[in-house]
């Protein structure tokens, strides 16, 4: 038996899977000039952005304000540093523990490739956006527990 009748067009995780495929997607083409993997900017970028709020986040933290898996975040925390896109550095505050900054070539890659995934993501909520004037922020920080 299933609460949806009708099919999986009215279920409301079918179509959230299928516009997750779809803005995956987006991403991916957005990001492709770039040379970057979604996880590679979703890191790059927000340790960019950290370093801009004068913190350098350790790969430890850097995972948790990411919600990506730590063993995750490590492989592509190496990744971005062979491609000279991070580095880590001692941490002055705990001899033990590294932190993050972006180099260089990481900040003009990651403001580079903000700028395409501001305008795919504009793109892809344009319609949502003009359906329901100011919901989809306050609906997207409910299904992500913020």
């Known amino acids: 038996m299933t609460d949806f009748p009708e099919g999986p067009a009215t279920s409301p995780g079918f ?3 299928h516009a ?3 803005w995956q997607r987006a991403m991916v ?4 000039p770039h040379e970057l993997t979604h996880a590679q900017f979703v890191l790059l970028a927000s340790t960019w952005w950290a370093n801009g709020q004068s913190e350098s986040p350790s790969q430890a933290r850097l995972s948790e304000q990411t919600g ?5 975040t490590s492989e592509v925390v190496r990744r971005l540093v062979a491609k000279g896109l991070l580095e880590r550095a001692a941490d002055p505050s705990d001899s033990r523990a590294k932190v993050l900054r ?3 070539a990481g900040a ?3 403001e580079a490739a903000i700028g395409s995934v501001e305008a795919a993501d504009a793109a892809f909520f344009a319609e949502a956006q003009e359906a329901a ?3 989809l922020l306050p609906l997207l920080h409910a299904m992500a527990g913020r």
């Open 20 to 22: 997750t495929l779809r």
């Open 133 to 135: 004037p100011g919901a």
């Open 68 to 72: 990506s898996d730590p063993r995750m």
């Open 29 to 32: 083409e957005a990001l492709r």
């Open 108 to 110: 003009a890659r990651a």
């Open 15 to 17: 179509l959230l899977w």
């Open 102 to 104: 972006v180099t260089a």
